[in-house]
């Protein structure tokens, strides 16, 4: 009689778990992937802008011509990516993003974008961007974590493992500090360092797909991926074997971005901007 009834409450806890994920799951623009949404956009464009804040006052932020090429590279991407995605009937995506770009002094070579379109970039990364094209590279790829909800999408995990897929309001009035310590890990938010823990080889790989696009829409030649990462591969790469590590090596990723190009340079082509 009690194994009857543990395999009942089995097969109602699984009913419960797949209702769940049906219920909140969404959908990610240009790949169509469907994804796990336990966390209002709102909240996390809410939570993103007091860490990015805090970051900015925290690190000194420099105005010299690569962070100049930085905002304009947000200006051209940011009215490309609306653009897509209202065209697109994606445009709630956006909805709640106040875009800002930023450059702080850091030897490390990294950028990052918070949900809500706060973008900032390391000046370490220059010297492997080169040239304006190439921010767009990096931008593009890091603006489409952000519009793919890839943060969110990987807090939610967090919230179904501790909290059993509770509502976000109920999560941070029962635990505060357990919700805090979730966003850290989804974000990396810190005093130092930004955004530093890497998003899985699935994310990566779908925002190298819509970085592509995004950067061709805004009038950048998505083929500068390839030399941006070659560049990086000749930097050291990964140090790692792919199955250690949730970042693509940099073989395999230019070998996906080659096949990616086909697709962005229509767009490129296309100049949808005019």
């Keep these: 009689m009690k194994k009857i009834e543990i395999k009942t409450i089995g097969v109602l806890l699984g009913a419960i778990f797949l209702s769940l994920l049906i219920v909140e799951c969404s959908t990610v623009p240009l790949t169509?992937?469907?994804?796990?949404?336990?966390?209002?956009?709102?909240?996390?464009?809410?939570?993103s802008l007091t860490g990015y804040k805090s970051f900015i006052d925290t690190n000194k932020v420099i105005n010299d011509a690569n962070a100049l090429l930085v905002k304009k590279v947000g200006k051209n991407l940011s009215k490309a990516v609306e653009k897509y995605l209202t065209d697109n009937g994606f445009s709630s995506r956006v909805a709640d993003f106040q875009w800002e770009f930023n450059t702080v002094s850091n030897s490390e070579p990294n950028a990052w974008c918070m949900?809500?379109?706060?973008?900032?970039?390391?000046?370490?990364?220059?010297?492997?961007?080169?040239?304006?094209?190439?921010?767009?590279?990096?931008?593009?790829?890091?603006?489409?974590?952000?519009?793919?909800?890839?943060?969110?999408e990987r807090m939610s995990d967090g919230m179904l493992v501790q909290f059993?897929?509770?509502?976000?309001?109920?999560?941070?009035?029962?635990?505060?500090?357990?919700?805090?310590n979730l966003y850290m890990?989804?974000?990396?938010?810190?005093?130092?360092?930004?955004?530093?823990?890497?998003?899985?080889r699935k994310q990566e790989y779908e925002a190298d797909k819509m970085g592509l696009i995004f950067m061709a829409i805004a009038g950048y030649n998505p083929s500068e991926a390839i030399?941006?990462?070659?560049?990086?591969?000749q930097k050291g790469g990964s140090s790692v074997p792919e199955?250690?590590?949730?970042?693509?090596?940099?073989?395999?990723?230019?070998?996906?971005?080659?096949?990616?190009?086909?697709?962005?340079?229509?767009?490129?082509?296309?100049?949808?901007?005019?």
């Design 227 to 233: 030399n941006f990462w070659e560049r990086m591969s």
């Design 164 to 180: 059993g897929g509770v509502a976000l309001s109920t999560a941070i009035s029962q635990k505060p500090q357990q919700v805090q």
């Design 32 to 47: 169509g992937r469907r994804q796990l949404s336990l966390v209002p956009e709102s909240e996390m464009v809410s939570m």
């Design 115 to 152: 949900p809500g379109g706060k973008v900032c970039f390391y000046s370490g990364i220059f010297p492997y961007t080169k040239n304006e094209a190439g921010i767009a590279v990096v931008m593009g790829h890091e603006i489409a974590h952000a519009v793919a909800r890839h943060g969110s």
């Design 185 to 200: 890990t989804a974000f990396g938010v810190g005093s130092q360092y930004g955004v530093v823990l890497p998003f899985s």
């Design 243 to 274: 199955f250690m590590s949730t970042h693509p090596v940099d073989a395999n990723r230019i070998a996906s971005l080659k096949q990616l190009l086909p697709t962005a340079m229509q767009y490129y082509k296309k100049d949808i901007r005019k």
